[in-house]
């Protein structure tokens, strides 16, 4: 199985602060790494799939970087806002074919404070 | 597209009863996943489904959890019978066979066995 490690567990920031939540991966990649972002009492929804020709991806304030020399990513959060409160959670490439399952990370829960 | 649509959203239940979970797929997605989510454990794979046929069932904690896909539209997830420990939230997830393995989950059904 892939082993994926989230850092930090938890973190509080000020609103209109930014901040980065990491990544680290064990396995040799086969498919894209992912983010995904889960609001309390809700699903999991997807932020930025990057594929190995990508070292960075943007999507509005969110901004995820992989080296996958190293098999980490991060996401960086920029200009936090208070809808950002949630548990941000990395997918790491799957050693198998595209298309099937995922295993995710335990993600990072993210509070931010007026 | 309403989305993967679960039911029911929460489900409280004596311990030893039977509990069904239900999920109904993103239309012409051919992938169907069943995720099942706790504090200690995060996001696990039970089992997932391609075309309605079962492909993976290695994350079915013990014969007492079955699922069923029985058309394109419609699967479900029993757990007979329940017990405290099964308690967690049960994600349903959908994707398509082309385009890249984007999943997509429902809102999630919060069972609680007493």
């Known amino acids: ?114 | 597209d309403a989305g993967v649509i679960q039911s029911p959203r929460h489900e409280v239940t004596e311990m030893g009863q039977e509990v069904t979970l239900r999920c109904k797929p993103i239309s012409g997605h051919d992938y169907l996943f069943w995720y099942r989510q706790t504090m200690m454990r995060g996001l696990e794979l039970l089992i997932y489904f391609n075309n309605n046929v079962p492909i993976d069932d290695s994350g079915m904690p013990e014969d007492r959890f079955s699922a069923k896909m029985p058309n394109a539209s419609f699967s479900t997830l029993k757990i007979q019978p329940s017990e405290p420990r099964d308690s967690a939230v049960y994600f349903c997830a959908s994707s398509l066979l082309a385009g890249g393995p984007e999943q997509y989950f429902g809102p999630g059904t919060r069972l609680t066995v007493t």
């Open chain 1, 1 to 114: 199985k892939n082993q994926v490690e989230q850092s930090p567990q938890s973190l509080i920031i000020l609103e209109g602060k930014n901040c980065t939540l990491q990544c680290n991966y064990t396995v040799s990649p086969f498919s894209n790494l992912r983010w995904y972002k889960q609001d309390t009492g809700r699903g999991p929804v997807s932020l930025t799939i990057m594929t190995f020709s990508e070292n960075t991806k943007s999507n509005g304030r969110y901004t995820a970087t992989l080296d996958a020399d190293t098999k980490q990513s991060s996401l960086h959060i920029t200009a936090s806002q208070l809808s950002d409160s949630a548990s941000y959670i990395c997918v790491p490439p799957q050693s198998s074919q595209a298309g099937t399952a995922l295993i995710f990370g335990k993600g990072t829960t993210l509070s931010v404070s007026s």
